[in-house]
């Protein structure tokens, strides 16, 4: 087990790095700091004495792969591709434009985007199972056939029409919870209900009908043969034997997305102001802040990988048969 | 009036996808087990109703896919200058929505502007109110008193011609069905009405019915109201709406485009595994590892610093737009090639194993002509499934994308753009509703005509639900 999860973090290794090198590539050789400086600072009527300014506040004044003013190792070390692509293997994410640090700020900024997502993935997660088990009780059925155009129907929504119908609707209608906002602790449960709802809906649709489908397939499977030979009822049958295997594929396909939690929602929190990450990301693309921007891609490609680790794993939790090899 | 044929990058690209398509329904029609489950849709009441509903969308994006400039009128001794404006099809056929632009938002209808101005009297006196609209119900004397009447009236009448179109297009359909099975007319009538011919012939009937209504009665009204109000540069909304058609299509349909060539990739790592399955894996992986978002909002940060640092390569807004818009297909297309090139690889692990790919190679087929004539005729059936599939997901992201900022240009209109401006009104009272609106209605109707036609694409493609 042991040496299994070392051989899969050894994989990562190339991963990560082609990560890097993409975002390398995007971010300082597509354009040069000179482009990017321009276009930060307005591009007509811009000094170089302001360019250079603004590449050195930022530590983007050195070459990009080969320092060949330096001596010794400072060849490599006194580099773009060095200080800016290779420290984020360390999670050193520097500076952002306003001079805060991206690490300190990715940490602070977590919680409220895990104080939205967690609830909204286990709430979401009860309701559509739910709903999608009471569609394959009555499979073929007119609750079936209408339940799943209701799924589509939701699914055709676009999902910014859910958070400004709910905003409309709870928020400035019925004065039920404030619009936007976010305080932790205690307080702060008012803030979270809104997009959390929001976020549960949003996502109904589909969860349903994706559900529906592995419950269906177990339903083909020998053993649900047997158990109702055996004269088991249909809702034990269901509820039971069915439930608890088609729960390996819905929890491994949870497990996937764990990690990336800690990002949030991009829409969710910037519509509704909570200060999370996704949030910070949006203002970042926003504010063309491209130091924030390069973290935030390192940083989700780690968790997506921690997140197929997780899921390799949890499998051979779940299901003794699946080994390690 | 003298022209410049003026094709844009996408436009180019539409026509060879509608060429592609044109060519496969060509090559379909003559093979049997192609025609199949085709067949098998054009059964189902739901899909066609859809389909015709996707063909009506359809008009409009292409209509709006032939750009050209036109000359300006005072040509100087014989030579002949055109605009810079690059106008499309579209734009003319809808020149008075075009042109009609009033000074802010109004509402639906309405005769009167959204925002009250300082009016001076006839007698001199100053006044604050709210001025009429500059065309919107411009006819009428007296707005409160006659507008209910008039829009009532109007609608009527193009209901009423709307509905004689539609008489006549069911006439002639039956004649022609009747023709073709050489049968009486009436006969031919009465199984249509019954739903008794082999494509449900009544429900395309029924739904082209309501697509011609609605056409008549929005070409008729427009014309006097603004139906779906103007936006904060006083523009008719409905023309926005109609307009964004093409920018949602585009993105639904050319995004696939560009990731078919990617996803051949899963078909060579697939038959030769090895090395190369190797590199196609890891391509993928590290591709599938970076979120969506966060790839394409680097990608597109990257093509705004390149152009602002290059405006000379882009001389008119029209093609600086469409190339941001071809720009965002093809990075949402690498962004969403990684999960088909993963069926399209795990497809042909199976396929060439079996009997007739060792046949070829027996018989001393190379490579390619594996791949070409036995493999990719093999796995297509997958690529339509993903790309009817991923179509209604691309036109959600689209609105997505817009609202972070990384979505279409500014300039081209989008149903992502009308959300976020009506978004910036939510708090002003009354509310500014209508972009909204506009943006739900059009959104909606396409979005869901496409899942429910792409549900029953599956369904008859899909061997695995097929029952033989």
Redesign the interface.
């Known amino acids: 087990m042991i040496a299994y999860i070392v051989r899969r973090t050894l994989y990562a290794i190339p991963i990560l790095i082609g990560v890097n090198l993409l975002t390398f590539v995007l971010f300082f050789v597509v354009n040069s700091p000179d482009d990017m400086a321009r276009a930060h600072l307005g591009v007509k009527r811009v000094t170089q004495e302001a360019i250079e300014k603004w590449k050195a506040e930022r530590g983007y004044d050195k070459p990009l792969i080969i320092n060949e003013g330096a001596a010794g190792v400072g060849k490599i070390t006194g580099t773009i591709f060095f200080e800016k692509s290779l420290a984020l293997f360390a999670f050193e994410f520097g500076r952002a434009d306003d001079g805060r640090s991206i690490g300190g700020e990715i940490s602070a900024r977590m919680w409220p985007s895990l104080a939205i997502a967690v609830p909204t993935l286990v709430i979401g997660l009860g309701v559509a199972i739910s709903f999608a088990l009471l569609l394959a009780f009555f499979r073929g059925s007119y609750i079936d056939l209408w339940g799943g155009v209701t799924c589509i129907i939701m699914m055709s929504v676009s999902g910014l029409f859910y958070i400004i119908g709910g905003q409309y609707l709870i928020g400035k209608l019925w004065h039920l919870v404030p619009i936007s906002g976010y305080d932790a602790g205690v307080y702060g449960f008012k803030f979270i209900a809104l997009p959390v709802v929001v976020g549960v809906i949003g996502g109904l649709g589909s969860g349903i009908r994706l559900y529906r489908t592995l419950f269906l397939e177990e339903l083909g499977k020998d053993y649900v043969r047997t158990a109702r030979a055996k004269g088991l009822s249909e809702r034990r049958v269901l509820f039971t034997h069915v439930l608890k295997n088609a729960m390996i594929p819905i929890l491994t396909g949870v497990v996937v997305i764990l990690p990336t939690l800690f990002l949030g929602s991009l829409i969710l929190e910037s519509f509704f102001g909570i200060p999370g990450l996704g949030s910070y990301t949006i203002d970042a693309i926003q504010a063309q802040d491209f130091a924030i921007v390069r973290a935030m891609v390192f940083l989700g490609s780690v968790l997506y990988i921690l997140g197929l680790l997780l899921t390799d794993i949890s499998y051979t939790l779940v299901d003794p048969r699946v080994r390690l090899t | 009036m003298s022209f410049k044929f003026e094709p844009l990058w996408t436009d180019i690209l539409i026509y060879l996808l509608l060429a592609v398509v044109i060519a496969f329904i060509l090559i379909a029609r003559r093979r049997e087990h192609l025609r199949a489950p085709w067949r098998e849709v054009m059964r189902s009441k739901m899909a066609m109703a859809c389909l015709l509903l996707l063909l009506a969308y359809l008009a409009p994006a292409l209509l709006d896919s032939i750009h050209f400039r036109p000359a300006l009128a005072d040509a100087n001794n014989g030579r002949v200058d055109y605009s810079t404006e690059v106008l499309s099809v579209l734009d003319v056929v809808a020149t008075p929505l075009r042109t009609r632009a009033e000074k802010t938002y109004s509402a639906p209808f309405t005769a009167y502007l959204y925002a009250k101005e300082t009016v001076t009297r006839a007698d001199g006196a100053q006044v604050r109110e709210f001025p009429r609209l500059q065309f919107g119900g411009a006819h009428l004397q007296n707005p409160a008193a006659e507008r209910g009447g008039d829009i009532l009236l109007r609608s009527l009448r193009a209901l009423l011609a709307g509905g004689m179109i539609w008489l006549l297009v069911c006439v002639l359909l039956i004649a022609l069905l009747a023709w073709r099975a050489k049968n009486p007319f009436r006969l031919m009538f009465d199984d249509v009405v019954r739903g008794r011919t082999g494509i449900p012939w009544h429900v395309v009937l029924c739904t082209a019915g309501a697509i011609i209504l609605f056409i008549a009665w929005s070409a008729a009204l427009s014309g006097y109201y603004h139906i779906l109000g103007t936006d904060k540069v006083g523009q008719d909304v409905f023309y926005a709406a109609l307009k964004s058609i093409r920018t949602g299509l585009v993105i639904g349909t050319l995004t696939t485009l560009v990731t078919l060539p990617f996803a051949m990739l899963g078909v060579l790592a697939g038959y030769f595994r090895g090395w190369v399955d190797d590199i196609v894996q890891?391509?993928y992986?590290?591709l599938?590892?970076?979120?969506d978002?966060?790839?394409i909002?680097?990608?597109i940060?990257?093509l705004?610093?390149?152009m602002?640092?290059h405006?000379d390569q882009f001389d008119t807004i029209a093609l600086r737009a469409d190339v941001r818009l071809l720009f965002l297909c093809l990075i949402l297309g690498i962004t969403s090639w990684t999960g088909l090139a993963r069926l399209l690889r795990g497809e042909t692990l199976k396929l060439r194993e079996l009997d007739y790919v060792q046949a070829a190679v027996a018989l001393g087929a190379g490579h390619a002509v594996i791949i070409w004539r036995h493999l990719i005729p093999n796995v297509m059936h997958i690529v339509l499934i993903t790309m009817v599939l991923s179509f209604?997901g691309l036109v959600?992201a689209e609105?997505?994308l817009s609202?972070?900022?990384?979505g279409v240009d500014p300039s081209t209109m989008s149903?992502g753009n009308m959300?976020n401006s009506a978004?910036l009104e939510?708090a002003r009272e009354p509310m500014v509703w209508w972009l909204?609106l506009a943006a739900?209605v059009f959104?909606?109707t396409l979005?869901?005509a496409a899942?429910?036609f792409s549900?029953k694409v599956r369904d008859a493609f899909d061997p695995r639900l097929r029952k033989l």
């Open positions: 890891y391509i992986t590290t599938n590892s970076i979120p978002v966060l790839l909002a680097a990608a940060l990257m705004q610093v390149h602002a640092n405006p209604s959600l609105a997505v609202y972070v900022g990384v149903w959300i978004r939510m909204l739900f959104m909606f979005v869901l899942n429910l549900d």
